[in-house]
């Protein structure tokens, strides 16, 4: 019993999960890239945390069984009557309540994440150890949301590799899921397949992002362009500041684009440009005046 993916390398518990956690990751370098300046989430700090300990631990199959049986097996127990829904309704919209993050406005200070995660209480080296699949799938709708559903493949993107972990973690042990609980993963994971397909076939290249105006604007979501507009008009009739402002830019740029954040090479261009306008102030030394005696020729 195998699920066929023609552009998605899921083919195991292992990849699944890989799958899964890439997605997450993903979602979390997005949403920080679109607030601009945000802080790491700590859910995404955990997930990082908890890749790292499953690519160890899933070395060899027997790692791989240890990994189902105290983590994945646990979760379906306590939401199976959730996880084994049809993922969509007959109006092709995506049933996710289950798996959202509720609004929370009491202060909590358990540091276990909210809604659906892995996690196991056998062993003490485990026990500081999730994988918050709610909060990074809510995380990844607000997103989508926000920009009109521009990012809604990050979603379907965390319910695949949700389903495709059950379906391949669960398959083989009847004595946890039945036949019935098998086929209802393997169901939704063929439509979200077939949903992230009928995406991909829908995505376009938008024109005016383009270029490296487009990827500045994209990693600064929320900087009004407006406003660079109007400074580059004011800057126009002045070859010193429009020269300036040049230079600003192409920093920008190519800092992106070597992969540096932002913010960091934000911080580089203000710290150069603070040490410039501070060496320009330093005061010269004194020459003298001339009201001292005038220098003495050598005799001749």
Same mark, same amino acid.
């Given at each position: ?7 998605? *390398? ?38 990082? $945390? ?38 969509? *309704? ?20 358990? +540091?276990?994440? $909210? ?30 949301? +926000?920009?009109?559903? $521009? ?150």
């Amino acid at each position: 019993m195998s699920l066929k993916m023609t552009s998605v *390398n899921i083919n195991d518990v292992k990849s699944s999960l890989s799958f899964l956690m890439s997605a997450m990751v993903d979602t979390g370098r997005v949403v920080m890239r679109e607030t601009f300046g945000m802080q790491k989430p700590s859910w995404l700090s955990q997930t990082e $945390r908890f890749e790292s300990f499953f690519s160890q631990l899933s070395a060899d199959q027997a790692g791989v069984d240890s990994f189902r049986d105290k983590f994945v097996v646990p979760l379906f127990t306590t939401s199976k009557e959730s996880v084994t829904s049809r993922i969509i *309704n007959d109006n092709d919209v995506i049933q996710d309540q289950f798996i959202k993050v509720k609004e929370d406005t009491q202060l909590r200070l358990n +540091k276990a994440p $909210r809604g659906l995660h892995l996690h196991s209480d056998e062993g003490s080296a485990l026990k500081s150890l999730y994988l918050p699949i709610s909060e990074a799938y809510t995380n990844a709708v607000e997103m989508s949301m +926000k920009h009109k559903q $521009r990012n809604v493949m990050f979603p379907v993107k965390i319910l695949l590799g949700f389903y495709s972990m059950l379906f391949y973690s669960l398959k083989d042990v009847p004595e946890h899921a039945s036949h019935e609980d098998v086929e209802s993963f393997r169901e939704n994971v063929k439509i979200l397949k077939e949903y992230m397909d009928s995406l991909d076939e829908k995505e376009e290249p938008d024109e005016q992002d383009n270029g490296p105006m487009g990827m500045i604007k994209n990693l600064l979501g929320n900087v009004n362009f407006d406003q660079i507009g109007d400074m580059m008009n004011k800057v126009t009739n002045d070859e010193a500041a429009s020269a300036e402002f040049k230079q600003v830019f192409d920093k920008m740029t190519s800092g992106i684009q070597n992969g540096e954040a932002p913010m960091d090479v934000m911080g580089s261009i203000i710290k150069e440009a603070t040490l410039k306008a501070t060496e320009e102030t330093t005061v010269a030394p004194i020459e003298d005046s001339g009201t001292s005696a005038p220098p003495t020729t050598p005799s001749e």
